[in-house]
Each structure stands twice: as structure tokens, then as C-alpha cells.
């Protein structure tokens, strides 16, 4: 349905391709209305946020040619992506719309704030870092975008950009989009807040104005029943659970009937003991210590059954495996591993790790029949979790005739090693060509990337927020009728999440459009700018430089070309880095000194971090304290020389003590710190500013470096 979209009265804007854009009421009125005020706009997935989003920023670009316009996104995947859409949608030249990223030099990033272009594109962090180097003049913007808005809570960059922004432009225009913002008022309250939220714009499927262009998405639950395999080992589990709840409600600490006790009220129970710490005696903590590690024992095992019961016997295999190696000995994992149950436990998940979850048959099932039913469908099955992702693609491609891969984030969990942003657009390429036939994907496929439209999404799992919920299904019914199917196992984790999911999706919609009504205007610095329309000689030559655009100068070769350069710098960085923790020794290096230096060499400060990362995850080299970094070998040298003397004996300082942790140093050389459960000694040692010998471990926990204390060898 083609239309044309009124701007201020003045009829079609110049700018817009409406050959390319299938215009829609809803949207019309949404722009029309945003470039007024501040406005989030609350669209599901594949809606259209993408071309109100364009369609504001034409309203300016055209109208108001003095200032600029910024479109921030979340990741850099989600930046180019939005840059290669403004291109398509506008008549603009793709000189005029930059792509800014950590991966230009500081250098370069400030002479492009500072010269002439119009439409900017960056990531949050990007802007954030630039503004707090004084690059970027707020005061030459009318118009700030923020997608995937959801995220601007609490210290994220969103809310540092935003808070600038209204403070310094003399007419801030702020626009928000997202698929969901929350299903907790607070939650919606503090995005509203932290982007000076004016109006809600909110629409769904349902909407009469949205009705007439959107294809229906039929949705099924499956359910499905556990084997008896399955029952027998989550009895054991249960049974283990149950032990420590009732050991908890016996001391007191655990108010409610243990078969009621979820995982919330773990949670909850776990904030309070931590808190407690603070406000006990010294020699009362002991207790309370206990308590913390049999609070963190049932949680691992209400993990260890949400496994079994939603993912599957090797999903829990893999799990178990987990935390009987050495590497994660943590006091609560110890607890369960030294139980008299745990060894029968094991071997039944071993002996049973055959029996497939009755899921993986109910999906090749539904599989087989789409392709039946149409054999160049795309299909999209959405799993939380990496492990079953990779199951599931060795199963789908040993039982079908066609292509399933895996698409999961770049990071690496656990040894399994994430997908590069090349490989992650290299999977969409091929997907959308019909020579991947089936995705696996994690939550990295969610949120905003532009994946093909599919004819089937199947949830492996029912997920209870209410924004991944929207956003998986908003995979398909693009472009014409999908279908969504979710799978669940009865009287499981799985069947909590239905009801879950499907009272935040409608707890949401009630909130956003009684929060509308509580809104107010605000009071800007200045007056509001006069329109300054292109004229037409400008839009001339406007016009002739976007169509003048270089086939061989798109987004994805400049996203290439950037690439390439990144890892080049990198690779650079990390041999510079390697020889000077070489030739400075053991005290190592000061991460601030070797930026600056690198930076001047013209490598970025992110190649610098990324190069850090990378050569202490392959073991190049340790970091000795939050702003020094060493040589491994040049620290092993004297571990070794040391350990004919003193073993693993190390000196501990306490230099803070916190509710459920505590800071140390070790050695003198690493900034540490000790849990709880991680301690095996008298608690009175845990004082500010005590000091002891102990034999112990370091380890890293999620990136946090960590000590373990095995025995207490003596004062000092």
C-alpha cells in the first residue's frame, strides 16, 4: 500500500525512496508525532521501527539542513546494518552518513565530529567516550535515536548520552525504539526517565491501524512428557534440593515450605545472608556462612534440574561434568560433589545419556513436514543455551537432508568459542541464499540483526521475558504467513515460563499505555529552531551524489575493509605488548602507558584491549593487578623459584571486607577476591588490613580474578 507521507504540509519529502518503502498509516503517524517530542516507540518486531526512525530523520535532514542527526545502536553489527537501511530508504549520499566505531583512531574520530557531515552512526559507548573527550558540540544535533532503547537503564551509555544531550542542545528531539521496553513499570519509569520520555507511542499486532499490513503468525504450544529416565533422575535431584532447603528452614533461614521454595526465593535469601554479614560478630558469621554455600549448593541444583527437564540428559551431562573439574571446586560445588548420593546421581545421567529429550523428535518431526509443505522454507529454532545449540545442529544434520547451522554471539563461554562478526554475516548470507536451510541461535539472533524473514520459528524453550518472547516471534510473518511453535515439557521449569511469557507480554502493553497518560512535556534551553529546507539547487546535488554511489564501496566492504584493518592492528598491538612485558619483568606493565604509547603509533585504544584479551586468554601474559600486566613467563619463573621454598604458600592482605566478599592481595601482586564459600580457615582472619599465610589457588570467574584459601598456614 503506497502512500504519501505529509511533512509540516509541504507534501512528499524529497528525500525519501518511496519506490523502496511499502509506507503504512501507522508508521505516518508515529513520525509525524515524533519529531514534535521526545517519543518511545514500542513496535513488536518487524513492524517497522527501522523506517519511522528514517522517516524522522528525513523531516530534519530536509527541513532543518543546519544540524545534525545521530543513530545509535547497540552493537556494531546493529550500527552498519541501520547505516546500509538509512542509504537504501534516503536519497543521501553515503558520504554524508558516517559510521564512527572504536576501531578509528581518536584521532580521526574527532576531526569527522568536527567537520561537515549530517547523519552519524556509532554505538552508545562510542558517543559516551567522545563526549567525555569533548569531540562532539550536543548543541548542532536535532535529533538523537536510540534503538534497542530497552537497554537504557542503570549505568549504560544510553542514559550518560542522553542526560548530555538535553543539558547542552537548545531543542533536543530524542527518539527511543524498542520491541519491548520491560513488563515492570519501574523498569519502563527509569527508561522513560533516563531518555526524557514525552509520549508513548505503542503498538501491536491487535492495533486497527496495524491490522491491514502485517501477515498472521499463527502460534502453537506442543507439549510433550518427560521418559522415564528423566523422571527417575529428576526425583534424585529434587531429593538433593530438598535436603538443603530443609536444612535452611531448620536454622531458620528459609521461611516457606520447601516444595514451594523457588528459585526467586533462593535469590532473595542469598541478597539477605550477604547483607547480614555486614551486621554480625565475628564469631556469629560462621553460621551464616554455612548458610550462604547451602543456599548456593540448591541453586546449583535447581539449575542442574531446569536442565534436565527443559534441555536434556547431555545438556545436564555437560553441566555436571562442569562442576566436578577442578578449575570450578567451589565450596557449594564440593558440597554436592562429596554427597553419598551425587556418585549414583552421575551414573545415571550416564546411562541414560541416549534417551534423547522427546523435544529434539517433536522438531525433526515439524521440520520434515514444513519442507514437505514448502521445501525452500527457512527455519529459525531458538535455544538459551550454546550446548543445546550444538547438539541440536549435530542432531538436524545427521537426520535431514539439508543445512542446519549454528548462530551464537562472539563471545567464548566456557571453551566454546563464539562466531566472529564475519562469520556471524558470512551464516546470514548463506541463510538468506537457501543454502543454510536451518538456524540454531541463541539470544544473539533476537535482537535487531537483520535476519532473512522464515516461514517457521520453533522455541526450543519458552523464554519469560516478554521481550525475547516478541522478538523471537517477530522472525517470522515478514513477508507472509509464519508460524511459531513453542515447545514445553509438562509439569516442568517449561510450563512456569508459558504463563510467564504470556502475562508479561500483556502486563507490558497495560503499562505502556497507562505510564502515556502520566507523562509531561518538558522545557527545553532554547526556542525552537526555524525550518531552513534544502533548497533545490542543494537537493540537486544531493540527489546526483547518492546516485552517484560506488558499487564497490558498500556497507559490507567498507565493514570488511574495517575488519581487516582491526585485526591488523591488533596483531600489531600484541606483538608490541609481548615484548615489552618480556623486557620489563616481573613488575610488569601499566596498561594506561602502553595505550598512550600504541595509541600514538595510530593503533586504537579497542585493538590495544582487544590485543590485551587476547593474549591473556591464550596465556601470554597475567594480569597482576586492575592496571598491570605481566609476562607469564617471566611470573612463572619466579612462582617456580619461589615453590621450592614456600609450595603454594601465598601472603594475604585483606584490603576490604563486603557483604558476601572480600578484597585482597596476594603476594602483593594480584588484587583478588575471596568468597565465602572459597574459604577454609578461621573467619576472625577476615578483617581489613589482616594478614596471613596461606596455601591456595587462583582462578578467574567470569573474568574476575578469585583466591581460594585451602589452609591457613600462619600469621604475620
Not at 557 to 586: C, H, P, W, Y
Not at 644 to 671: L, M, Q, Y
Amino acid at each position: 500500500m503506497k502512500t504519501s507521507i505529509q511533512h509540516d504540509g509541504e507534501g512528499i519529502n524529497p528525500l525519501i525512496r518511496y519506490e523502496l518503502i511499502d509506507t503504512r498509516l501507522y508508521q505516518e503517524n508515529i513520525a509525524a508525532k515524533a519529531r514534535l517530542r521526545n517519543t518511545l516507540v514500542v513496535l513488536p518486531t518487524a513492524l517497522g521501527k527501522t523506517v519511522i526512525t528514517a522517516l524522522v530523520a528525513a523531516h530534519f535532514l530536509f527541513n532543518q539542513k543546519q544540524t545534525r542527526i545521530l543513530m545509535m545502536a547497540p552493537t556494531r553489527p546493529l550500527v552498519l546494518q541501520h547505516h546500509q537501511s538509512f542509504l537504501e530508504i534516503l536519497k543521501i549520499p553515503d558520504d554524508e552518513a558516517i559510521v564512527l566505531t572504536g576501531k578509528i583512531t581518536n584521532r580521526n574520530r574527532e576531526e569527522i565530529w568536527r567537520g561537515n557531515n549530517h547523519l552519524f552512526f556509532a554505538t552508545p559507548q562510542v558517543v559516551k567516550n567522545d563526549l567525555i573527550r569533548e569531540y562532539i558540540d550536543l548543541r548542532q544535533f536535532s535529533l538523537l535515536v536510540f534503538d534497542e532503547c530497552h537497554r537504557a537503564t542503570k549505568d549504560y551509555a544510553y542514559t550518560y548520552v542522553a542526560k548530555k544531550y538535553m543539558e547542552r542542545a537548545p531543542w533536543p528531539i530524542i527518539l527511543g525504539t524498542t520491541a519491548s521496553p520491560g513488563a515492570e513499570r519501574k523498569r519502563v519509569e527509569e527508561i522513560c526517565r533516563a531518555l526524557f520520555i514525552e509520549q508513548i507511542e505503542y503498538r501491536s499486532e491487535e492495533d486497527v491501524d496495524v491490522v491491514p499490513y502485517i501477515n498472521p503468525v499463527q502460534t502453537e504450544w506442543k507439549f510433550v512428557e518427560l521418559p522415564e529416565e528423566y523422571l527417575k533422575i529428576k526425583y534424585e535431584l529434587r531429593e538433593l534440593i530438598n535436603e538443603r532447603l530443609s536444612w535452611l528452614r531448620r536454622l531458620g533461614y528459609l521461611q516457606k515450605n520447601i516444595e514451594y521454595t523457588t528459585r526467586r526465593d533462593l535469590l532473595e535469601l542469598g541478597e539477605s545472608l550477604r547483607s547480614n554479614i555486614s551486621h554480625t560478630s565475628e564469631k556469629n558469621k560462621g553460621p551464616i556462612f554455612s548458610a550462604i554455600v547451602a543456599q548456593s549448593a540448591a541453586l546449583t541444583l535447581f539449575h542442574a534440574l531446569e536442565l534436565l527437564e527443559t534441555q536434556g540428559i547431555n545438556i545436564l551431562g555437560y553441566f555436571i561434568d562442569k562442576i566436578e573439574s577442578t578449575n570450578n571446586s567451589k565450596k557449594s560445588y564440593r558440597t554436592i560433589i562429596k554427597h553419598h548420593k551425587f556418585q549414583t546421581l552421575k551414573k545415571n545421567i550416564d546411562e541414560s545419556k541416549k534417551v534423547r529429550h522427546p523435544k529434539i523428535d517433536l522438531i525433526l518431526d515439524e521440520i520434515k513436514q514444513q519442507f514437505i509443505r514448502k521445501p525452500t522454507s527457512r527455519i529459525i529454532v531458538f535455544t538459551q543455551y550454546r550446548d543445546t545449540s550444538k547438539d541440536l545442529v549435530r542432531i538436524l544434520n545427521e537426520s535431514l537432508q539439508v543445512r542446519a547451522e549454528r548462530f551464537v554471539g562472539q563471545a567464548t563461554k566456557d571453551k566454546d568459542i563464539g562466531l566472529s562478526q564475519d562469520e556471524q554475516t558470512e551464516i546470514l548470507r548463506d541463510f538468506d541464499a537457501g543454502e543454510i536451510k536451518i538456524l540454531v541461535a541463541t539470544c544473539v539472533a533476537e535482537e535487531g540483526l537483520d535476519i532473512p524473514s522464515v516461514e517457521l520459528v520453533i522455541f526450543y524453550e519458552p523464554v519469560p521475558s516478554e521481550i525475547r518472547h516478541i522478538q523471537r516471534k517477530g522472525r517470522t510473518g515478514r513477508k507472509a504467513a509464519g508460524r511459531a511453535i513453542i515447545l514445553a515439557a509438562k509439569d516442568t521449569f517449561d510450563i512456569a515460563y508459558v504463563y510467564a511469557s504470556k502475562k508479561r507480554v500483556e502486563k507490558m502493553r497495560k503499562i505502556t499505555r497507562l505510564l502515556n497518560k502520566d507523562l509531561k512535556s518538558l522545557i527545553r534551553l532554547g526556542p525552537k529552531p526555524k525550518d531552513m529546507p534544502l533548497t533545490n539547487d542543494e537537493l540537486k546535488a544531493f540527489e546526483m551524489k547518492a546516485d552517484e554511489l560506488d558499487d564497490g564501496n558498500t556497507v559490507e566492504s567498507i565493514s570488511k575493509n574495517e575488519g581487516k584493518r582491526f585485526l591488523a592492528e591488533v596483531d600489531r598491538a600484541s606483538r608490541t605488548i609481548l615484548s615489552e612485558t618480556m623486557k620489563i619483568g616481573q613488575k610488569g606493565v601499566n596498561i594506561e602507558s602502553i595505550t598512550n604509547s600504541l595509541t600514538l603509533d595510530g593503533i586504537s585504544p579497542n585493538a590495544v584491549m582487544a590485543a590485551i584479551n587476547k593474549l591473556e586468554d591464550s596465556g601470554h601474559i597475567i594480569r597482576l593487578s586492575w592496571d598491570r600486566i605481566a609476562s607469564i613467563k617471566v611470573v612463572s619463573k619466579q612462582d617456580h623459584s619461589q615453590s621450592r621454598n614456600e609450595t603454594d604458600v601465598f601472603k594475604i592482605i585483606v584490603e576490604t571486607v563486603f557483604p558476601g566478599r572480600v578484597i585482597a592481595w596476594i603476594n602483593d601482586r594480584w588484587r583478588a577476591r575471596i568468597l565465602p564459600e572459597d574459604f577454609e580457615g578461621p573467619l576472625n582472619l577476615l578483617k581489613k588490613d589482616s594478614t596471613f599465610m596461606a596455601r591456595g589457588t587462583l582462578y578467574r570467574d567470569n573474568g574476575i580474578l578469585c583466591f581460594r584459601v585451602t589452609e591457613i598456614q600462619g600469621l604475620t
